[in-house]
T-cell receptor, first 113, second 113 residues
Framework: DVKVTQSSRYLVKRTGEKVFLECVQD?????MFWYRQDPGLGLRLIYF???????EKGDIPEGYSVSREKKERFSLILESASTNQTSMYLC????????????FGEGSWLTVV | KQEVTQIPAALSVPEGENLVLNCSFT??????LQWFRQDPGKGLTSLLL?????REQTSGRLNASLDKSSGRSTLYIAASQPGDSATYLC????????????FGKGTTLSVSS
């Protein structure tokens, strides 16, 4: 069965802290994505990665960076957390070998105080 | 820029009713369209994926149709059940090489017993 795992479900961080959100998929998918979801705004793409060591900015990359050193792992980094980054963060992965269906993790709820 | 709209934003129906959720998109040059279900506080679960060359896809009580020329998709749910209560999101994808999905804001469905 397809599995995308986000290691932290709930986090509370202080303003200015550096925050790491980790995502691991066990399906050898090439593409991985980070979205954030906010009430009234829907899902917005932060970054995506075509493959290992490759990354592309999405619609709202400001204040975020990503790392993809291994195919199975895609990390989202908040360099200096701010209260407006309080949100639900969703990781996803996809391969064209699975008919292009995209699979999501359970989400990480981040609160910045 | 592609925009995806879902109407209505919320829908309440009694158990057993057949219902239709609507999704429209502004740019008909899509690669595929995917419908998702999201339960409160959880990630997204893929329901159906329709390739641009297809007209519809079916899974159990769910049927999704696609009309590219008019920029519309519908998700038909037959014989609704309380367990169908969730938020339903549609998303479109442009291009084949790793591009991300653009999401609508969803329709929140409540099925009462």
């Amino acid at each position: 069965d397809v599995k995308v795992t986000q290691s932290s479900r709930y986090l509370v961080k202080r303003t200015g802290e550096k925050v790491f959100l980790e995502c691991v998929q066990d399906m050898d998918h090439e593409n991985m994505f980070w979205y954030r979801q906010d009430p009234g705004l829907g899902l917005r793409l932060i970054y995506f990665s075509y493959d290992v060591k490759m990354k592309e900015k999405g619609d709202i990359p400001e204040g975020y960076s990503v790392s993809r050193e291994k195919k199975e792992r895609f990390s989202l980094i908040l360099e200096s957390a701010s209260t407006n980054q309080t949100s639900m963060y969703l990781c996803a992965s996809r391969t064209r070998l699975s008919g292009n269906t995209i699979y999501f993790g359970e989400g990480s709820w981040l609160t910045v105080v | 820029k592609q925009e995806v709209t879902q109407i209505p934003a919320a829908l309440s129906v009694p158990e057993g009713e057949n219902l239709v959720l609507n999704c429209s998109f502004t740019d008909s040059a899509i690669y595929n369209l995917q419908w998702f279900r999201q339960d409160p506080g959880k990630g997204l679960t893929s329901l159906l994926l329709i390739q641009s060359s297809q007209r519809e896809q079916t899974s159990g009580r769910l049927n999704a149709s696609l009309d590219k020329s008019s920029g519309r998709s519908t998700l038909y749910i037959a014989a609704s059940q309380p367990g169908d209560s969730a938020t339903y999101l549609c998303a479109v994808r442009h291009g084949q090489a790793g591009t991300a999905l653009i999401f609508g804001k969803g329709t929140t469905l409540s099925v009462s017993s």
